[in-house]
């Protein structure tokens, strides 16, 4: 058998899973590893420059690709700067693999230089992780590593290496085969509940079909295509499910939740049938959850069963992957449904959509958000536009007004709404996408949050378009601050602010400060042709408000629409 | 305690590092209770038995077992069924009190003098949680200077 060290081992199964790229930020543990990936050939290394920004880089990657995100860091504070990218993988089922070194197994405990519990750490948000306590076990471990990333629900797992494993010598042989007798994820769902859902779906009168990121994880698009294409079933979409129905599909309702459009809140509330896929039923969707939905039975199809009755009960659990159980409930539903059925429904909630359409007020004098983001759809190619968002009001417009197409196309921060995602996360995006426009919305707050990036972006030569909305306030607070505190507008004022073109200049990028309709378009024209990093601060009207809204805690058809 | 929410959980998991913070940082972070958790290897295999009392209504419970499930090292866990359940009391009664009536207390709770030296007797009792409680209150006339219960140990039937 092959004899490797610790670090040589971690090559060689980034090799054998069919890694393209890894990010990372080294240091004293993590050295050996890093030595080694210096000497390989397999796979390309990325040095960004803060930790938190390694993991959304990788995560960005993940996304884009459906492939297994990497990061390798060292221990201690290099370790603790990971915990926000790793806890945003693991709110939105992103498969990661996060490699930290670790003091050596003799120092474990000791409180030594740059030493911390990362396992313990990191624990409540992975969804698995190991200490390697000796060499033997360390090519059985990354295997299953990438395995648990990937499998089942997705999500992070995080390995710490004691530096003495990295450079310790044992036996290689990377298995090929997974025996893990506790962990067997399911795949297709029950064949008597999919046979019952096609029977309950035939008999609602108001069906709707509810879709969330496990149809984006499980890429089931396509299925769900076929579904909606079968039935004819109005569908409201989360916000991490955007891009799996194409916008301009006819029975896309859009956006559900607290910003999502009148037409999908109402529908959710009067329908007697709620067909779940791979959503979670997270508050920002429901609402008050006593009225969520009230007169609907519900099935919940999910391939984590503890997602399943987690917050409303559902009447019909499927648990199973949603790919595989599309597959198997179109041909019955197929057999079994007339679409004709829910004419007088899709009637009723295209009326709502015809009182209540998204709308805002445009001007001529002060840009506004919702304008820029629409006008940036049609300069880009919004079929293979990749579009990233920070957090905070620009990400719902962006989610509200941008044409999404195609799944994998729009990467955002959703269950655990990380400010400071945007950039890193564009960053590794165009790793996996070098031949396709990647664009950055962020807001003027977050874009300061993993600015350093720039310098990882320019020196890769990976041009990121980054469109600032600046509205010289940490806007999605402020507009909280101005609905409901009575527009104290405490820590939220942004008027201070860095020179964003000298900024981007100073990284070798381009920038440019924008306060008209015929700026933007010119602007994004050059960037989109030019290819090199942009900034393009965009003033916009800095009073303006995301919505509709519903009120945190208020039922879904409670919405503000003005 | 409400009893009528009282739930009994034994877990079959791997027996591997960190396992045992895994199940309850699980509790502590989604905020469910931990009665009594009790845990031992399971003789010749390499899994441990975990046996929990816990509380909460029928959709907390459903909740435990279902975040219990998706811990990668656990291999089974087992909610319902008839459960063979059994505490552990020691206490510990100076011997300068009065004695009278040890006897026959010891019988009724199957109870038993563990141990003793010139000062002290430990007692030892082990029987269903709520006669581990009246076996205890029982013995707060004998001035116990020290006691100890363990967390349940169940097995099903
Ligand atoms: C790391 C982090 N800190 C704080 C918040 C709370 N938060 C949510 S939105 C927001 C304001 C964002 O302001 P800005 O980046 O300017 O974007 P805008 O809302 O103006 O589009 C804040 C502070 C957060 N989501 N993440």
């Not at chain 1, 149809?215 to 004819?232: D, G, H, L, Y």
């Not at chain 1, 417009?397 to 959703?414: C, D, E, H």
Request: charged share 25%; glycine share 8%; hydrophobic share 40%.
């Amino acid at each position: 058998m092959k004899k490797l060290n610790g670090s040589q081992m971690i090559m060689e199964a980034l090799n054998k899973e069919g890694v393209k790229v890894v990010f990372g930020y080294p240091g004293g543990a993590a050295l050996n590893i890093f030595d080694e990936t210096y000497k390989q050939r397999y796979f390309n290394v990325v040095l960004a420059r803060h930790e938190q920004a390694v993991v959304h880089a990788a995560d960005g990657y993940a996304r884009v690709s459906g492939e297994v995100g990497v990061a390798i860091v060292t221990s201690g504070p290099g370790f603790t700067n990971t915990i926000t990218g790793i806890a945003t993988a693991f709110m939105d089922s992103i498969p990661l693999v996060v490699i930290s070194g670790q003091v050596a197994n003799s120092l474990i405990g000791t409180d030594a230089f740059q030493e911390v519990d990362a396992v313990g750490i990191s624990r409540p948000c992975v969804k698995h992780n190991y200490l390697v306590k000796n060499i033997e076990e360390l090519p059985r471990i990354l295997k299953e590593a990438f395995y648990i990333a990937k499998s089942g629900r997705p999500g992070p797992v995080h390995i710490d290496i004691p530096k003495d494993i990295t450079a310790a010598v044992g036996d290689f042989s990377y298995p090929d085969k997974i025996n893990m007798k506790t962990y067997k994820p399911m795949y297709k769902g029950n064949p008597g509940q999919i046979k019952k859902a096609s029977k309950l779906i035939a008999e609602a009168k108001k069906p709707i079909l509810y879709i969330g990121g496990g149809v984006i994880n499980s890429n089931a698009s396509k299925e769900i295509r076929e579904f909606v294409k079968i039935t004819q079933i109005p569908t409201v979409q989360t916000l991490m499910a955007l891009g799996t129905l194409r916008s301009d599909d006819e029975f896309n309702l859009g956006l559900i939740g607290m910003h999502g459009k009148y037409a999908a809140n109402m529908a959710m509330s009067e329908t007697d049938l709620v067909i779940c896929a791979g959503a979670r039923f997270d508050d920002r969707v429901t609402g008050k959850t006593s009225e969520f939905a009230k007169f609907a039975n519900i099935i919940h199809i999910d391939i984590d069963p503890s997602s399943i009755s987690k917050i409303i009960k559902a009447n019909y659990p499927i648990v199973g992957n949603i790919k595989d159980v599309f597959e198997e409930l179109n041909p019955k539903v197929k057999e079994a449904v007339d679409p004709k059925n829910y004419e007088e429904w899709r009637k009723t909630l295209k009326r709502y959509d015809e009182i209540h359409p998204l709308k805002y007020q445009d001007s001529d004098e002060v840009l506004k958000p919702q304008w820029v983001i629409e006008e940036s759809a049609k300069i880009v190619n919004d079929e293979e536009a990749i579009i990233v968002t920070d957090v905070g009001q620009h990400q719902m417009w962006v989610a509200q007004y941008y044409p999404f197409k195609n799944p994998r196309t729009f990467l955002t921060s959703g269950g655990l709404g990380t400010m400071g995602y945007g950039l890193p996360a564009a960053m590794g995006a165009k790793f996996a996408a070098k031949d396709r426009p990647v664009i950055n919305f962020n807001g003027d707050g977050g874009v300061l949050m993993n600015i350093q990036e720039l310098q990882t972006i320019a020196e890769n030569g990976i041009p990121v378009i980054n469109i600032i909305l600046n509205n010289k306030f940490l806007g999605m607070v402020r507009q909280w601050q101005s609905m409901f505190y009575e527009e104290r507008f405490a820590s939220t004022d942004l008027t201070k602010q860095p020179d964003f073109i000298k900024l981007v200049e100073s990284f070798g990028g381009k920038g440019y400060v924008v306060n008209t309709k015929d700026e933007f378009k010119k602007a994004l024209k050059e960037a989109v042709e030019s290819k090199i990093l942009t900034f393009i601060d965009v003033r916009i009207d800095r009073f303006e408000n995301v919505i509709p809204m519903v009120p945190a805690g208020a039922a879904l058809y409670n919405m503000i629409l003005k | 305690m409400n009893d009528k929410n009282r739930r009994l959980i034994s877990v079959i998991v791997l027996n591997e590092h960190g396992v045992l913070s895994r199940i309850s940082g699980l509790f502590s972070g989604r905020g469910y209770n931990i009665d009594s958790l009790t845990v031992a290897p399971i003789p010749d295999t390499e899994f441990s038995r975990v046996s929990i009392v816990t509380s909460g209504d029928a959709r907390v419970f459903e909740q435990i077992t279902k975040q219990l499930h998706k811990l990668l090292p656990i291999y089974k866990v087992i909610e319902e069924g008839d459960f063979v359940e059994k505490e552990l009391a020691l206490v510990k009664i100076p011997l300068s009190v009065n004695l009278a009536g040890l006897d026959s207390v010891l019988k009724s709770y199957n109870g038993s003098v563990a141990n003793s030296n010139s000062e002290n007797l430990i007692i030892i009792a082990c029987d269903d949680s709520t006669r581990i409680t009246s076996f205890i209150k029982t013995m707060s006339k004998y001035s116990p200077v020290d006691i100890v219960r363990s967390g349940s140990v169940m097995l099903e039937m």
